[in-house]
């Protein structure tokens, strides 16, 4: 069973960090590629960040580049979502997903950025 857990959310003021980690279990980490989705309320998901498989190449919606960082560490299969320099409209839940574009996702974790 594909399960992924999602942690290290919570209330951060504007500008702050946070370090997002997703365990992922029951498949083949090293064979996925994975990504970030954010839902804000009242909003469509939105995909922010994915890496290949293999580690080698990254993307970034264009409102997170420069400031989010997405890694995995093959050993403990965990991917990672470093969010630096935080806004307000950074709010939503964050969900892991195995799968560039599409796949299936974690329960989330809540972000929030406010003063």
């Known amino acids: 069973e594909v399960q992924l857990l999602e942690s290290g959310g919570g209330l951060v003021q504007p500008g702050g960090s946070l370090t997002l980690s997703c365990v992922g279990s029951?498949?083949?980490?090293?064979?996925?590629?994975l990504s970030w989705v954010r839902q804000a309320p009242g909003k469509e998901d939105e995909r922010i960040a994915s890496i290949k498989s293999d580690g080698t190449s990254t993307w970034y919606e264009d409102s997170v580049k420069g400031r989010f960082t997405i890694s995995k560490d093959f050993a403990k299969q965990v991917l990672y979502l470093r969010m630096n320099d935080l806004k307000p409209e950074d709010t939503a839940m964050y969900y892991c997903q195995r799968g560039e574009v599409i796949g299936e996702r974690g329960q989330g974790t809540q972000v929030t950025v406010a003063s």
């Open positions: 029951g498949f083949t980490f090293k064979l996925w590629g």
